[in-house]
């Protein structure tokens, strides 16, 4: 019930900040678009088996970049929640992102730039292990990932970027209570941070393979200067949105983590759904 609520609350909030009146001056340029992703199986005497299923997942993806002469300020939000209910069995989640981009360049010289970067990283709900769906591993706000530096930025496009920070912070926090027996998403026991300084490259593609349908992918490396810099951090996104018309799409989203802080292999995940998409 209580995961439920927060989906109908995001859903609200996402409703309410798309009545907002927002700056129009010529330097700024806005999009935003919001997707409510379901999926849905059931079967009456269905002898080849099957159990009755719905995955519902609502996103939030809203880009102000602001562009003045030699100055540009690229930022973009991404927010997401997820669940599904099985018959027989609880709710879970299977989306939770709130995600900040924040990305200030100043030419140089052809389409490089002098850059500064921050990004941000936590999630809205509790998380379970996923081996017992009952012990708690995560919450809002633990953990939260910040990222900054500065560095240099070559930008082709607004769809084609890359920025390249050989000095970047990474803090990692988490609550007390995570760490109280043991280490908790790299922060050590007993603590509730974590300080890393090492080098981020981030890159960003986005295309249309065809009409209707677009390729965006995000990419990022980071590596630890202070411990271990050979275990880079990998976080990719593809998503491809295959538009049926102006409300309706097919939607693919799939992200992949390697970050052995959390967990020593490769995180991934997947969702595919049709899409009701309200652009802003």
């Given at each position: 019930?209580?995961r439920?609520?927060?989906?109908?609350?995001?859903?609200?909030?996402?409703?309410?900040?798309?009545?907002?009146?927002?700056?129009?001056?010529?330097?700024?340029?806005?999009?935003?678009?919001?997707?409510?992703?379901?999926?849905?199986s059931?079967?009456?005497?269905?002898?080849?088996g099957?159990?009755?299923?719905?995955?519902?997942?609502?996103?939030?993806?809203?880009?102000?970049?602001y562009?003045?002469g030699?100055?540009?300020?690229?930022?973009?939000?991404?927010?997401?929640?997820?669940?599904?209910?099985?018959?027989?069995?609880?709710?879970?989640?299977?989306?939770?992102?709130?995600?900040?981009?924040?990305?200030?360049?100043?030419?140089?010289?052809?389409?490089?730039?002098?850059?500064?970067f921050?990004?941000?990283?936590?999630?809205m709900?509790?998380?379970?292990?996923?081996?017992?769906?009952?012990v708690?591993?995560?919450?809002?706000?633990?953990?939260a990932?910040?990222?900054?530096?500065?560095?240099?930025l070559?930008?082709?496009?607004?769809?084609?970027?890359?920025?390249?920070?050989?000095?970047t912070?990474?803090?990692?926090?988490?609550?007390?209570?995570?760490?109280?027996?043991?280490?908790?998403f790299?922060?050590?026991?007993?603590?509730?941070?974590?300080?890393?300084?090492?080098?981020?490259?981030?890159?960003?593609?986005?295309?249309?393979?065809?009409?209707?349908?677009?390729?965006?992918?995000?990419?990022?490396?980071y590596?630890?200067?202070?411990?271990d810099?050979?275990?880079?951090d990998?976080?990719?996104?593809l998503?491809i949105?295959?538009?049926?018309?102006?409300?309706?799409?097919?939607?693919f989203a799939?992200?992949?983590?390697?970050?052995?802080?959390?967990?020593?292999?490769?995180?991934?995940?997947?969702?595919?759904?049709?899409?009701?998409?309200y652009g802003?």
């Amino acid at each position: 019930m209580k995961r439920l609520f927060l989906l109908i609350l995001f859903v609200s909030t996402v409703s309410i900040a798309q009545e907002t009146t927002i700056d129009t001056t010529k330097h700024w340029t806005r999009k935003g678009v919001f997707t409510f992703l379901a999926n849905q199986s059931s079967f009456s005497n269905w002898q080849a088996g099957g159990q009755n299923n719905f995955a519902g997942n609502v996103g939030f993806n809203y880009d102000f970049n602001y562009k003045n002469g030699d100055w540009n300020w690229d930022n973009k939000w991404i927010v997401s929640y997820g669940l599904t209910k099985i018959k027989g069995a609880d709710t879970q989640k299977t989306d939770d992102r709130i995600e900040l981009n924040s990305l200030l360049g100043k030419k140089a010289s052809g389409e490089w730039f002098y850059s500064a970067f921050f990004n941000f990283k936590t999630q809205m709900d509790t998380g379970l292990d996923p081996a017992t769906q009952t012990v708690k591993i995560s919450h809002f706000f633990s953990p939260a990932f910040f990222q900054f530096g500065p560095g240099m930025l070559w930008k082709k496009s607004d769809n084609l970027k890359v920025n390249i920070a050989p000095a970047t912070s990474k803090l990692i926090v988490v609550h007390d209570h995570f760490t109280e027996f043991g280490s908790s998403f790299g922060v050590e026991q007993g603590e509730t941070t974590r300080y890393e300084l090492g080098a981020a490259i981030n890159g960003y593609y986005k295309f249309n393979i065809m009409e209707n349908v677009s390729v965006e992918n995000i990419l990022n490396f980071y590596s630890n200067y202070l411990e271990d810099p050979q275990n880079v951090d990998i976080d990719y996104q593809l998503n491809i949105v295959m538009k049926i018309n102006k409300y309706l799409s097919t939607n693919f989203a799939f992200q992949t983590i390697y970050d052995d802080n959390a967990f020593r292999g490769f995180q991934t995940k997947q969702i595919i759904g049709l899409g009701v998409n309200y652009g802003f």
